[in-house]
């Protein structure tokens, strides 16, 4: 009888430590990444992005911009800090909310690409922040590439609070979202915009045609003295 006992305790106990199991592993935080397969950044060309608030607009200079998003299908926010670009060996910022913290209110990031239309895009507000608890967030990250030559490389970054394998030491209380630009044509679609914009942006030219003969000219006034 004993022994039946012990065997049904242990049954329950394994149950239970199962059960458990399974609902730590469904609260895990996780993070699902779309947009890694495609790493063709956007060419951007001045004038083609730019800040909205009231009567005031600050256009975007020449750069890139990658498109990612972000679902978080567990029950908890998850922080992410440190997001930026490594251009050629060096840091590039990426332009957020705070990039523009000067003007009066909050402002609308609008895209006019001339070429795929255009409409208001969501920029990170900070290079911190956080992914809320069952969102999927859309996201545009630019960087200027007017301050250096072209670059010939370019990687995004962003680290998030996720723990990890072995568990132990600073770095296991973070993980690392890291991917490499495909630069290919990049430039090329750059100096291309840049042709099409100009185009819009100039002037329309008016040539205004004078008559030969118009009411008042000489030669009218030299008709109406014969008769």
Known sequence: MSTIISVISLFIAAISAMFTGLNLYSNRAVLIKFGED??????????EIYAYSGKKTVSFNNGIMFHFQILNPSPKDIAYFNMHFVSDGRIAQVWTMKSFGYMEKEPKIIMTDPIKGGGEINIPYSTQGTFKAHSF??????MSTDEFPFPQKVSFQFNYSVRHFPFIGKKSYYKKFSINLDLTNVELGMKSKQKVMKQLTSPVQKSLKTNQTPPYSKRRKHNLRKK
């Open 38 to 47: 495609d790493n063709h950044p956007l060419p951007v060309v001045e004038n």
């Open 137 to 142: 967030t859309p996201m545009y990250v630019f």
